[in-house]
């Protein structure tokens, strides 16, 4: 099973990086190859909401708004047997490169309904949070939302503040375990 591991926080050696470490542990214990993406490096823009509101995403299921790394990545994410969706929690939501990421994604997914490329397929959803914790789980919802638009089946969703870093990173990495044992 081979998984893109997508990660949204700009710190090499943060929360957010040590949650996708932690999965892509997980991942390649079960045998399972992981690619390490970081949407801070890319460049990605805002979706433009084309014509009346849909573009090319509506009639062609791709992003022909804007010419960037989406389109790599898009066809990277269709490639895959599974994701992990890694995003630092900033105001209570996704952080903005990932928000822009799964907005564009869902577009040319979603509008195929059952069709969805991605449908069926696991997704590992982490919502890393600062010390309070606050917006974590309305983070995570949106996550799940977006994971039932597209259609993908959420092999957990994880909360992880810094206070409980050390029991949520293991959980991490056993879901990436798990999510690889799983498909076989
Ligand atoms: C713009 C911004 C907004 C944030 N909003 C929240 C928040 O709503 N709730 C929370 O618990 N932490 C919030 N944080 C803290 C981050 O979620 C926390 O520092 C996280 O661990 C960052 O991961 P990193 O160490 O990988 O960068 C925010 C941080 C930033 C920069």
Redesign the pocket.
């Known amino acids: 099973m081979h998984v893109l591991v997508i990660q949204s926080?700009p710190?090499y050696d943060?929360?957010?990086?040590a949650c996708a470490n932690a999965a892509i542990a997980g991942i390649e214990a079960a045998g399972g190859t992981a690619e390490n993406v970081r949407l801070t490096d890319l460049d990605l823009a805002s979706c433009r909401q084309c014509g009346d509101g849909w573009g090319g995403c509506l009639s062609e299921h791709i992003c022909d708004g804007i010419d960037d790394d989406f389109q790599a990545l898009h066809e990277a994410a269709i490639a895959a047997d599974a994701l992990a969706m890694v995003t630092?929690?900033?105001?209570?939501d996704l952080s903005e490169s990932h928000k822009c990421f799964m907005d564009r994604l869902r577009r040319c997914e979603a509008s195929l309904g059952v069709d969805s490329r991605l449908a069926g397929k696991p997704v590992l959803l982490v919502a890393?949070?600062?010390g309070?914790?606050?917006?974590?789980m309305s983070c995570l919802s949106n996550m799940e939302r977006w994971a039932q638009h597209v259609r993908m089946q959420p092999a957990d969703l994880i909360g992880i503040?810094r206070i409980t870093r050390d029991h949520k990173l293991e959980a991490i990495r056993a879901a990436g375990e798990t999510m690889v044992r799983q498909s076989r």
């Open positions: 926080s710190n943060g929360l957010t990086a630092p929690v900033y105001w209570g890393a949070a600062g309070g914790g606050g917006g974590m503040k």
